[in-house]
């Protein structure tokens, strides 16, 4: 792994470099046993992060419902820019030097609790890939509609956490189907997110131009690149909808894209086994708004 | 910890003994970063494991799902051996010396893939308490109806993974509450499971014995510990139910317990607000039946 680690504890609440070579984790870190943490993915570019209020305030949610402690906004930023400093060269696809930033909290042992830690990986050639050449993606039914847990803090609505089990799973299923991603829908047959990122999508109208994504507060993971995108459009004039979102909008759209942090706005070019337009322009447009957010 | 760890990997499939003292577990493990792994836990007493082949079974079960491989009968159970071989004294409550086994399989990293380790500890004295003393205990809602998930292979139902950060939420709000677990129940109101364990009740009237426990096929997992006192009541002449259970007829029972491999038959005293009886000549039966299994 050409990575970079940063440990936060008692110790280094502004981080301490570890060697991500050797094991850094003990077999009762509850992070590890019961997946009882939460993360965030965030974007470097050109050694400087992206949206870094708007993770941490996202982080410090999750950790609310998490009951975890999270560092304070100077602690991370502060060991975010010393993994930045010590990082392998970024990946470029042509809009700089680019990092993922991960930052996780675990639980931690029984013993020592709660602690975190920074990684800070080039951005891989496979992430530029996708970018421009697309996913093809399948739609997967989520079961139960995750709007019936959102009114219960115990079940974590809206937390990301290390409990990551099923969209693992899913994003497996999706590749045994042939396919790059996995969507989850409702039993109602609503789009819901991708197993990893948000969906957005576009329509091109008689001159009106609106952006589309799955109702945010309906048991979906609020997403931060989401949010960047729809304010940039806002500010450019476009119309704004929060679904619901069928497959068929999904299908009827000019242009369809997973999008989330590191990876931005990856064009959908199949769904299940239909064709979905591909806009390059409008690709680039998005892509533009968050590339330098 | 006291703990003894048996790590088993290419180079070790029958296992070698790990120093649990240092950390074994690499930071982009994908048993941590994403909850990515399964696990069982089994009882030994007197230095011999318990139900063996069925957790092993349960085990390969859940690596079907997540698509994981397992070690074999034969390696997995030379690496328990090899554990309680070096284990502290196991801990004890009246019924020989107990210890927990911890089995526990993990994506791992993408570089080296999946691995195996075997955790075995004394079993503490607080476990010894809630057989004697039981617990309190408080329905939460699940949200949604987990027999919604069950016929969606890629929602892993029935697999017990890694990802257990709502189960562990759910009990630290029980604890919020004054209560020392967690009682998973459907929108209908039927009872689902514990946050770590199987509920079972028992019902005696006018002569005749009965135990009943939820629907196992819906969407909650099989209980081993469940299964096994099913076994022996069956061959003690009680009739066995397998719910619909509500919350009156947890209420209504002549005892309600907690079940699960390590700490076999936890009398519930408390539910909600409201007394449960309970009947220590019928804990000390169903405690038997598991004991020695």
Chains 1, 2 share one sequence.
């Not at 830690?117 to 970018?131: G, L, N």
């Not at 940039?232 to 909008?249: F, K, Y």
């Not at 999008?259 to 680039?284: F, I, K, M, Y």
Request: proline content about 8%.
């Amino acid at each position: 792994m050409t990575s970079t680690v940063v440990v936060l504890d008692a110790a280094h609440p502004g981080g301490v470099l570890a060697d991500p070579a050797v094991p850094l984790v003990r077999i009762d870190d509850q992070g590890l046993t019961r997946g009882d943490g939460i993360f965030e993915s965030l974007r470097a570019v050109d050694g400087r992060v992206q949206k870094f209020a708007v993770h941490h305030r996202r982080l410090s949610a999750s950790a609310r419902l998490a009951q975890l402690p999270v560092p304070s906004a100077q602690e991370l930023r502060q060991a975010v820019e010393l993994g930045l400093d010590h990082a392998a060269p970024g990946g470029d696809g042509g809009l700089g030097a680019e990092h993922s930033v991960k930052v996780v909290v675990s639980r931690g042992t029984p013993e020592a609790g709660p602690w975190s830690w920074v990684v800070v990986s080039p951005v891989p050639e496979s992430t530029f890939r996708q970018r421009r050449e697309g996913v093809s993606a399948v739609l997967l039914p989520r079961g139960h509609d995750p709007a019936q847990d959102a009114g219960y803090p115990w079940l974590l609505p809206g937390a990301k956490t290390l409990s990551y089990a099923i969209n693992m799973a899913a994003l497996r299923h999706a590749r045994s189907l042939g396919a790059d991603e996995a969507v989850f829908t409702a039993p109602d047959g609503r789009v819901l997110e991708g197993a990893t990122s948000s969906v957005v999508c576009a329509r091109v109208h008689e001159g009106v131009r609106t952006l589309v994504t799955p109702e945010p507060s309906h048991g979906i993971l609020p997403g931060t690149t989401q949010a960047t995108i729809f304010d940039a459009a806002r500010g450019d004039g476009w119309e704004l909808g929060h679904g619901p979102l069928q497959a068929a909008d999904l299908l009827a759209a000019d242009a369809v894209w997973l999008v989330s942090s590191v990876r931005l706005a990856v064009p959908v070019r199949r769904l299940d086994s239909r064709p979905l337009p591909v806009d390059p322009e409008l690709t680039r447009l998005v892509t533009g708004w968050v590339a330098r957010a």
